[in-house]
């Protein structure tokens, strides 16, 4: 079992900048993979970034450039660092992280950008 829990989310005028948290309940030697996804009102939840085990990173197209996904193994934690952000970025963001074939999720963060 794997408890995720995320912080860091607000509220943030475009161009701004948020730092997102996952905070594990356990090692994340021990996890695969962890990312970050996002759900829009009416929308699809959507990869944002992920990292695996081995320090592979994968972002999706809408953040390249913008988003960074790093870790902090002392911690457990997976951060999303968000820069210049855009209205269309608001969502709720979902942390997760995938344990031998299972994915766990967080409870999510609500971020919106402001025009």
């Known amino acids: 079992q794997v408890q995720l829990v995320e912080s860091g989310g607000g509220l943030v005028r475009a161009g701004g900048s948020l730092r997102l948290s996952c905070a594990a309940s356990?090692?994340?030697?021990?996890?695969?993979?962890m990312g970050w996804f996002r759900q829009a009102p009416g929308k699809q939840r959507a990869l944002v970034a992920a990292i695996t085990s081995s320090g592979g990173i994968n972002y999706a197209d809408f953040v390249k450039g913008r988003f960074t996904i790093s870790r902090d193994f002392a911690k457990n934690t997976v951060y999303l660092q968000m820069n210049s952000l855009k209205p269309d970025d608001t969502a709720v963001y979902y942390c997760?992280?995938?344990?031998?074939?299972?994915?766990?999720w967080g409870q999510g963060t609500q971020v919106t950008v402001s025009s």
């Open positions: 997760s992280a995938d344990v031998k074939g299972f994915r766990y």
């Open positions: 356990v090692s994340i030697f021990s996890i695969d993979a």
